[in-house]
């Protein structure tokens, strides 16, 4: 079991600024790819985006240019710092890590970009 724990959500105004972390603890040693997703109200759960554990990184063409997901495979943490952010990008953003064949999830942080 892989237990997954985010932290940064919050408000924030368009065009600011935010990072979210997701650290990971349990069974650890599987894991190969970590990533965000997120849900807007009354939409599904979509692709933010995902990184392996080499590095090789994957953006939904939502965020290109305007998110970066980095990992610390030391602190078995994966982060997502958004920048320009628009109200748009207000939902619920969610860590994934997949450990063999198992998909863990984070209990969700909420990100509001609003005036």
């Known amino acids: 079991q892989v237990q997954l724990v985010e932290s940064g959500g919050g408000l924030v105004q368009p065009g600011g600024s935010l990072r979210l972390s997701c650290a990971a603890s349990g069974s650890i040693f599987g894991i190969s790819v970590m990533g965000w997703y997120r849900q807007a109200p009354g939409k599904e759960r979509d692709l933010v985006a995902l990184i392996s554990r080499m590095g090789s990184t994957n953006y939904a063409d939502s965020v290109k240019g305007r998110f970066t997901i980095s990992r610390d495979n030391a602190k078995n943490t994966v982060y997502l710092q958004m920048s320009s952010l628009k109200p748009d990008d207000t939902a619920v953003y969610y860590c994934?890590?997949?450990?063999?064949?198992?998909?863990?999830w984070g209990e969700g942080a909420l990100v509001t970009v609003s005036s």
């Open positions: 994934n890590v997949r450990s063999g064949a198992v998909n863990y």
